[in-house]
């Protein structure tokens, strides 16, 4: 009978351990939920296409929920009010009148989770969006001796945007984090008439600043089965219970 050697017999059980030992880091590592909400101000970069820019700045609001299959990584699904600012026309024979405009758009992103520290991290986001702008405009028709005075509210079909950001946070203790952050968003709207009220707003670049919260829970034992989902601080390498 052929006998196998102690060295042989040595790697083939270090191999086995090793093997094992992935497989079930594999499975503790945690599939983070994050829940979260932020509030900012965001401004326009760029000229309307048709009005003069008298107020590039306006609200950002938005709430959002990523899930972390891996610490390295989170896939996300945003809602965002973003305000455009308000344009004036040229004062003319035509008439005076002013548009504000806004824009309700969803986001799908990924973002990249470079955890430094067990209590802070950072991460930066790209993501493909769709956006439907809306405006309300006002002021008077024909500036002669008995002009008219109008309002009018108009919206557009979805279109196309893109968006890239950068955040950080840190613990604020069970599960929840404190969060900044600052963003771009390109958007490819209309510049048509809309509702024959006004011209849409034409592509339109977004430069904003937000502050939020967010909560964030291991749920893994969920998705496995079994077991209570639990709130966790993500570290750099995973995430670990946080004491309730």
């Known amino acids: 009978m052929h006998r196998q050697s102690p060295l042989r017999i040595g ?10 030992s992935a ?10 939920l994050e829940l979260g909400g932020r509030l900012g101000v965001a401004a326009r970069a760029d000229q309307p296409p048709d009005f003069t820019l008298v ?13 972390a299959p891996r610490p390295a990584f989170s896939l996300g699904l945003a809602f965002q009010h973003l305000g455009l600012g308000r344009e004036r026309s040229a004062a ?9 405009r806004d824009v309700q758009a969803l986001w799908a992103a990924l973002r990249l989770n470079l955890d430094f520290a067990d209590r802070a991290g950072l991460g930066l986001e790209l993501g493909p969006g769709l956006a439907w702008q809306g405006l309300d405009a006002s002021g008077f028709l024909g500036l002669t001796d008995r002009p008219t005075r109008f309002t009018c509210s108009a919206g557009g079909s979805a279109n196309l945007g893109l968006r890239v950001g950068a955040s ?3 613990s604020a203790g069970a599960g929840f984090a404190l969060t900044a952050g600052v963003g771009a968003e390109a958007l490819q709207l209309s510049s048509d008439v809309l509702d024959g009220c006004a011209s849409g707003a034409g592509s339109t670049l977004m430069l904003g600043i937000r ?11 969920a998705v496995h089965g079994g077991g209570a989902t639990t709130p966790t601080r993500v570290t750099s390498s995973g995430s670990s219970a946080l004491p309730r």
């Open 92 to 100: 003319s024979s035509f008439g005076l009148f002013e548009v504000s």
């Open 55 to 67: 107020d590039p700045a306006g609200l950002d609001l938005e709430v959002a929920a990523y899930i």
């Open 23 to 32: 497989a079930s880091a594999q499975e503790e590592q945690p599939i983070t």
């Open 211 to 221: 502050l939020g919260i967010a909560y964030r829970v291991d749920v893994r034992p």
């Open 11 to 20: 790697l083939v059980l270090g191999a086995t351990l090793c093997f094992a």
């Open 168 to 170: 950080g946070w840190v």
